[in-house]
């Protein structure tokens, strides 16, 4: 039905409001019902999960006829969703591995997504675009597959709405996808899902936000960008595990054996994301795409110094409270030990040379900004620590601002300076 979206033009919706209207109050028992109906269905005696998923699937018919939203990406929509949810159960019947279970999914909407795109061209006598096609297939089945992760199974009609909304996107953005770049992205995001699961570094829903931001670094900002992204994923994971049972007895190790959540994930590469759709988007912006360069450096140099301040700093004794330098135990909220700003300058500074290595535009006296605004940024969230963190300001919150005066910083510098 969603491939039939370019022949059925402005009636498009039409079928999805019959299957949800048949769904909700016809189909309540027989063959039909039991194999679309969830638990919470039969309790409730109707087709309640598959009446939103066709409303959702209509809602956004109506987007791509009314309103603009591309038809082939309401088809990738739709078929993500779906066979992203088929390639998971599939997975369930031998196993129940989460990180499978989430490959599944992954796999079986991106295979559809480009499928469902490449139909819609033939149909329209459009180019088929290969690249095209299998980034946004991929980068949709990425958001979904998150989405159900943070979300429950009865969310899927805002998974499937948001998803689309966040194709539409990622496709204005996407003015120029090469082969090669496309690639690239898919081969390094593949290795680092693997990677993220063979070590343990991150929860099923942080690697899927790892791996989705991954791919827009590669695509909207080139490899370059994700040497510096993955400096401090790769370095950042590396130091969390560093010396874990020790830092476990002292009272300092992050929770679920180091591994990084959703929270955690974005708390520190939300600045980020910003960024490199930032610079996507600086064609037609009046903005110099540079600055950019300098706020995404920036923000990862905060995250890093951050991360090894507190990683490695942690391991030793006498951490001082760094707004009244009082003796504090070791775990405090915003307790310092000069071992800890030493490595948090390192960090700061390690962002900063690979910046300047595969960053065009970063010269000796960029690396140096980046390096102060990272260093900056972790001071910052050592002083929101010791003031305001707590329930109501928790720490993915904190790393955020951290990250965001990382940013700032090196970009005030660099319009300054440059």
């Known amino acids: 039905m ?6 059925l033009g402005r009636a498009a919706f039409v079928p999805f409001a019959a299957v949800a209207l048949f769904a ?32 959702a699937a209509a809602g956004l018919a109506i987007l791509a006829t009314e309103i603009g939203l591309p038809v082939p990406l309401f088809v990738a929509a739709v078929l993500v969703l779906a066979y992203g949810n088929l390639g998971k159960r599939l997975v369930a019947e031998t196993s129940d591995e ?52 943070m979300l429950f199974e009865r969310d899927d009609p805002l998974v499937m709405f948001s998803t689309g909304l966040l194709l539409w996107l990622f496709d204005a953005l996407a003015v120029s996808v090469g082969t090669v770049d496309v690639a690239a992205a898919l081969g390094v995001t593949i290795l680092l899902g693997y990677a993220s699961y063979a070590l343990g570094a991150a929860s099923v829903a942080g690697m899927l936000s790892g791996v989705l931001l991954g ?16 400096s401090f994923f790769g ?34 590469a939300t600045v980020a994301l910003v960024c490199v759709i930032g ?25 890093l110094s951050d991360t090894l301040s507190s990683e490695i700093g942690g391991l030793y004794d006498d951490p001082r409270l760094i707004t009244t330098l009082e003796p504090v135990s070791p775990g405090t909220d915003g307790g310092v030990t000069w071992q800890g700003e030493v490595f948090g300058l ?14 065009p535009e970063v010269t000796l006296l960029g690396a140096a900004v980046v390096t ?31 990250t965001l005066v990382g940013a700032v910083v090196s970009t005030l510098a660099a319009f300054v300076l440059f």
Do not use: C
């Open 2 to 7: 969603a491939v039939a979206a370019p022949v």
């Open 24 to 55: 909700a109050f016809v189909i309540t028992d027989g063959p039909l019902f039991e194999l679309f109906a969830r638990p919470s269905d039969r309790r409730e005696g109707r087709l309640n999960g598959l009446a939103g998923f066709a409303l």
């Open 98 to 149: 989460p990180f499978l279970g989430a490959a599944g999914f992954v796999i079986g909407g991106s295979v559809a997504g480009v499928a469902g795109q490449a139909a819609v061209a033939s149909l329209t006598a459009a180019p088929i675009v290969a690249p095209r096609f299998a980034f946004l297939a991929v980068a949709g089945s990425l958001v979904a597959a998150l989405f159900r992760e």
């Open 215 to 230: 791919l827009l670094v590669i695509v909207f900002g080139g490899l370059g960008w994700f040497a510096v992204l993955i």
């Open 235 to 268: 370095i950042g994971a590396l130091s969390t595990k560093f010396k874990y049972e020790e830092k476990k007895r002292r009272g300092v190790a992050e929770e679920n054996e180091g591994a990084r959540g959703t929270g955690n994930v974005l708390g520190n």
């Open 279 to 303: 610079f996507a988007a600086s064609h037609s912006l009046p903005v110099d795409g540079t600055l950019f360069q300098f706020a995404f450096a920036g923000s990862m140099a905060a995250a």
């Open 346 to 359: 390192l960090g700061a500074g390690i962002v900063g040379g690979v910046a300047l290595a595969l960053l």
């Open 372 to 402: 102060v605004g990272g260093f900056l940024g972790m001071t910052a969230d050592s002083v929101l620590g010791a003031t305001v963190e707590g329930p109501q300001f928790g720490n993915e919150a904190v790393n955020f601002v951290a």
